[in-house]
């Protein structure tokens, strides 16, 4: 799965109140985070700009970016466990599209360049919803 990690020192304060929860409300906490991530993803696609807020490049055919068939975005999903929280997508082209590359064709000759157009990553929005989930997870658990 092509994902994207980031660390959160904004969220430090919570880390203690963190390691007091037991597995299972580890697990549920990070399950929450993944679906704020998720949400989030899928709604790039709708606003057509990276988790930086920088607009797509637009795409040669017109109309909506990376949206054809929907499959893309269609295949965003979170997952968590009580590691980690995570999203991302299984689809094999899912990479290029969030870092860019060089496509060489192989069954005629040339190449096209796509564009990056991340869609995976954390916003400033992304941080803020997660740190208050994170506090009303842990104000509601250790209450």
Request: hydrophobic share 35%; proline share 3%; charged share 25%.
């Given at each position: 799965?092509?994902?994207v990690?980031?660390k959160?020192?904004?969220?430090?304060?919570?880390?203690?109140?963190?390691?007091?929860?037991?597995?299972?409300?580890?697990e549920?906490?990070?399950d929450?985070?993944?679906?704020v991530l998720?949400?989030s993803?899928?709604?790039?696609?709708?606003t057509?700009?990276?988790?930086?807020?920088?607009?797509?490049?637009?795409?040669?055919?017109?109309?909506?970016?990376?949206?054809?068939?929907?499959?893309?975005?269609?295949?965003i999903?979170?997952?968590?466990?009580?590691?980690?929280?995570?999203v991302?997508?299984v689809?094999?082209?899912?990479?290029?599209?969030?870092?860019?590359?060089v496509i060489?064709?192989?069954k005629?000759?040339?190449?096209?360049?796509?564009?990056?157009?991340?869609?995976?990553?954390?916003?400033?929005q992304?941080?803020?919803?997660?740190?208050?989930?994170?506090?009303?997870?842990i104000?509601g658990?250790?209450?």
């Amino acid at each position: 799965m092509v994902s994207v990690s980031a660390k959160f020192k904004e969220l430090d304060k919570y880390i203690e109140n963190f390691k007091s929860l037991n597995d299972e409300a580890k697990e549920n906490l990070n399950d929450h985070i993944a679906g704020v991530l998720e949400s989030s993803t899928v709604r790039r696609f709708e606003t057509e700009k990276d988790p930086e807020g920088k607009s797509w490049k637009p795409n040669l055919r017109g109309g909506k970016i990376l949206t054809l068939h929907g499959y893309l975005c269609g295949s965003i999903i979170g997952q968590a466990t009580k590691d980690y929280a995570e999203v991302g997508s299984v689809l094999e082209y899912s990479r290029i599209h969030q870092e860019g590359g060089v496509i060489q064709f192989v069954k005629k000759k040339g190449s096209v360049t796509m564009p990056a157009r991340p869609y995976l990553g954390v916003s400033k929005q992304d941080k803020a919803a997660i740190g208050r989930v994170i506090e009303s997870f842990i104000n509601g658990a250790l209450s």
